[in-house]
């Protein structure tokens, strides 16, 4: 069935479109008429050698293949979407290394030593130190007289400062993670003229941080969560490379996706005031869900079928790469009543911000919940009548929808 809201040559992961908006138009007629549908690529064009992609667009079959990992695959091409075309295959594949991109059962393995750090008595125990931290990120952004970036004032501070409490990385060395961070997902940009090399080093500065780090506990053992990852023995630990390559991981999945949702998350309330102002009577509960989902902050991932097998009445081939466009499932109207309004009391709220579900489902859904619901507290507390002053700059990317700027001001 052909799709007519799709021009030929449309592409979901073009980095220009989601430069200047999330295709939602477009994933709604994919949904209505053509809900796998072949996106077809010049060779090479998203560093694989192959041609295209399917785009995935329901809320069910996105859950379906993140809970059949035996038949689409993590590890094939990884879960990234879209590299630059001249990347290396030995590039590709060494980023299977990282848990996002690994399957069962050596992603069960890893799995359950670094979910150690991520239970709810280890949630609990950052709690008040991180309202603190909130409390104390957005007293220093209402000290400003005028405008101000809330991207790098606010949001970006506590994902920041709780990745640090977590595994004990010192304070004053966070302005490293978000910079090396920074600079590894922002190869599409033009702005940051930053190179696939230059993301590359950064990445094994994060590497080479984290397993001095791993290799200091192993050789001296602490009361803290890189001791428990990497030091006991008798329940199995991850060596120096995977610790090494897990921050890694949380630089990107516990920062960047965590500062845009709630960076969207500000500006959803500021383009409905109403909304900001039943946050600031009643708090909902529900609250930080509804962001994650508004703002989704991953648009896709990937998966590469590991066999010939059928998807929503389409027949998919064995080593087909097959790409998850979360954003489209949580709005798909199946599932959600009016999924194009921001409402904070939406209960219940199933939405795939955090993974369709199975063995990827967020690790750090938790602390990601926490973070969002402190910091907006924080906010509504101090900052009650903060408003736009300009609109948001986003990031040029294939795969996450971020925001590099918005203008705010408490005057």
């Known amino acids: 069935m052909h799709c007519p809201a799709l021009p030929d040559g449309f592409d979901l992961t073009d980095p220009d479109l989601l430069h200047h908006r999330v295709p939602l138009p477009e994933f709604a007629e994919l949904r209505r008429t053509e ?164 993301g590359a080093q950064s990445a094994a500065e994060i590497i080479a941080y984290a397993m001095n780090m791993a290799a200091e506990r192993k050789r001296c053992p602490a009361h803290d969560i890189v001791t428990t990852l990497v030091a006991a023995e008798d329940e199995g630990n991850l060596s120096s490379d995977e610790f090494g390559f897990f921050v890694l991981m949380l630089a990107v999945a516990g920062n960047e996706t965590t500062r845009n949702a709630i960076t969207h998350g500000m500006h959803a309330f500021l383009t409905h005031p109403g909304q900001w102002d039943l946050f600031k009577r009643e708090r909902p509960g529900t609250t930080a869900e509804e962001i994650v989902r508004w703002a989704t902050p991953v648009n896709a991932f990937q998966r590469t079928a590991t066999q010939d097998t059928e998807l929503g009445g389409v027949e998919i081939r064995k080593g087909d790469r097959v790409g998850l466009f979360y954003a489209s499932a949580n709005h798909d109207p199946e599932v959600f009543a009016d999924p194009d309004a921001f409402d904070i009391t939406r209960d219940p709220n199933p939405h795939l911000g955090f993974g369709g579900g199975g063995p990827h489902f967020c690790l750090g859904k938790s602390l990601a919940v926490l973070e969002i619901d402190l910091i907006f507290n924080a906010i509504a507390d101090a900052m009650p009548g903060l408003r736009l002053a300009d609109q948001p700059r986003r990031l040029r990317s294939a795969w996450i929808n971020g925001v590099k700027e918005l203008q705010v001001t408490t005057g």
């Not at 785009?55 to 379906?64: E, L, Q, S, Y």
């Not at 104390?136 to 209402?142: D, E, L, N, Q, Y």
Request: with cysteine; glycine share 4%.
């Open 35 to 198: 809900p796998v549908r072949w996106i077809a690529q010049p060779h090479g064009l998203a560093g694989f050698a192959d041609s295209g992609y399917w785009a995935v667009t329901r809320h069910a079959d996105v859950k379906h293949v993140s809970t059949h990992p035996e038949l689409f695959s993590s590890t094939v091409n990884t879960a990234i979407i879209r590299f630059n075309e001249h990347i290396e295959r030995d590039a590709i594949d060494a980023q299977r290394l990282i848990l996002l991109n690994m399957d069962p059962p050596e992603h069960t393995r890893v799995r359950q030593i670094v979910q150690r750090g991520f239970t709810p008595r280890s949630i609990r125990a950052l709690e008040e130190r991180l309202r603190a931290r909130a409390q104390g990120i957005v007293a220093g952004a209402r000290a400003h007289s005028g405008p101000f970036d809330f991207v790098t004032e606010v949001a970006c501070e506590l994902p920041l400062q709780a990745i640090a409490e977590l595994i004990g990385v010192p304070q004053e060395d966070r302005s490293k993670i978000f910079d090396w961070s920074n600079r590894m997902i922002a190869y599409d940009d033009p702005e940051y003229a930053i190179t696939e090399e230059v």
